[in-house]
Nanobody, 124 residues
Framework: QVQLVESGGGLVQAGGSLRLSCASS????????MGWFRQAPGKEREFVAA???????NYAVSVKGRFTISRDNAKNTLYLQMNSLKPEDTAVYYC??????????????????WGQGTQVTISS
């Protein structure tokens, strides 16, 4: 069983930055593909970024070049550095852990564990 707890959300102005963290309780954190997803009001959940090992990352087109996903396996923690934030980035952000192949990293249905989410609000 893996428990995930996100933190770092908040309210910032457009153009600002936030760093989200996701702490995992599992001892096998390093074995999971980790991802960030987000859900805006009235919209479906969407993929944001995923990471397998430190050098294998994948990003949604809408965030590529602005967001950076990283992980610290020694601390069992996942991060999402978000720069140049836009109002359309406003959403609840969730971290998730998957035991499936990295091939399926963008598919939320392949993730086994989810955090409770953290609210990110970007003002214009």
């Amino acid at each position: 069983q893996v428990q995930l707890v996100e933190s770092g959300g908040g309210l910032v102005q457009a153009g600002g930055s936030l760093r989200l963290s996701c702490a995992s309780s599992g001892r096998t954190f390093s074995s999971y593909v980790m991802g960030w997803f987000r859900q805006a009001p009235g919209k479906e959940r969407e993929f944001v970024a995923a990471i397998r090992e430190s050098t294998n990352t994948n990003y949604a087109v809408s965030v590529k070049g602005r967001f950076t996903i990283s992980r610290d396996n020694a601390k069992n923690t996942l991060y999402l550095q978000m720069n140049s934030l836009k109002p359309e980035d406003t959403a609840v952000y969730y971290c998730a852990a998957s035991s499936a192949s990295y091939y399926y990293a963008v598919d939320g249905r392949k993730y086994d564990y989810w955090g409770q989410g953290t609210q990110v609000t970007i003002s214009s």
